[in-house]
C-alpha cells in the first residue's frame, strides 16, 4: 500500500467518525436543551437514521450530502471490517457500485478503488451533511 494511499483511507475513517460522533453530540445537546429524557444512544446508522426520525422528526437520508456521507460509510465499513476487503454484507448489496459513485469509488473484484477525488468529495458532502442536520436542529428549538 502507497503511503498515498494509506492517507486517503485514513481521511474516510476519520471524516466519517467526525460525522457520527457529531450527530449523536448534536441530537444530545438538543435533546438536554429541550430537558427531555435522554434515550440511549445510537449505535449503527441505521439506528441512527430512526433515531432521529424518532426524537427530532428529521430524516436523515434527506439532507444535503447524505449520498456522499452514505457511500463514506460503506467504504468505511470496508476499511474497518474488511480489512480493505469487501464485507458479506456489502458483497450482497446489488445498489453498492451506483451509491460509490457519490465520492469516486468504484468496486472491482472484491475490493474498493479510491482516486484522488474521493477525500475531497466525501469531505463536501460531510460539511453538507452536518450543516444541514445543524440548520434543522437549530429550527427546532
Known amino acids: 500500500m502507497t503511503d498515498e ?3 486517503r ?6 471524516l466519517i467518525s467526525t460525522v457520527e460522533a457529531y450527530t449523536n453530540a448534536a441530537s444530545e445537546l438538543f ?3 429541550k430537558s427531555l429524557p435522554l434515550p440511549k444512544s445510537p449505535f449503527t446508522w ?4 430512526k433515531h432521529y426520525l424518532n426524537e427530532h422528526a428529521i430524516d436523515l437520508e434527506a439532507r444535503d450530502g447524505w449520498d456522499q456521507v452514505e457511500a463514506g460509510i ?5 476499511l474497518a471490517h474488511g480489512l480493505g476487503n469487501l464485507t458479506e454484507l456489502l458483497l450482497s448489496e446489488e445498489t453498492l ?10 468496486v472491482g473484484g472484491n475490493r474498493m478503488h479510491l482516486t484522488m ?4 468529495k466525501l469531505a463536501e458532502g460531510c460539511r453538507s451533511f452536518v450543516l444541514d442536520v445543524e440548520k434543522e ?3 427546532r428549538l
Open 46 to 49: 441505521p439506528q441512527r437514521v
Open 74 to 78: 460503506d467504504l468505511r465499513n470496508c
Open 5 to 7: 494511499l494509506w492517507l
Open 117 to 120: 477525488a474521493t477525500v475531497p
Open 97 to 106: 457500485g451506483n451509491r460509490m459513485k457519490h465520492i469516486d469509488v468504484s
Open 137 to 139: 436542529l437549530i429550527a
Open 31 to 33: 435533546i438536554t436543551k
Open 9 to 14: 483511507e485514513t481521511a474516510v475513517l476519520r
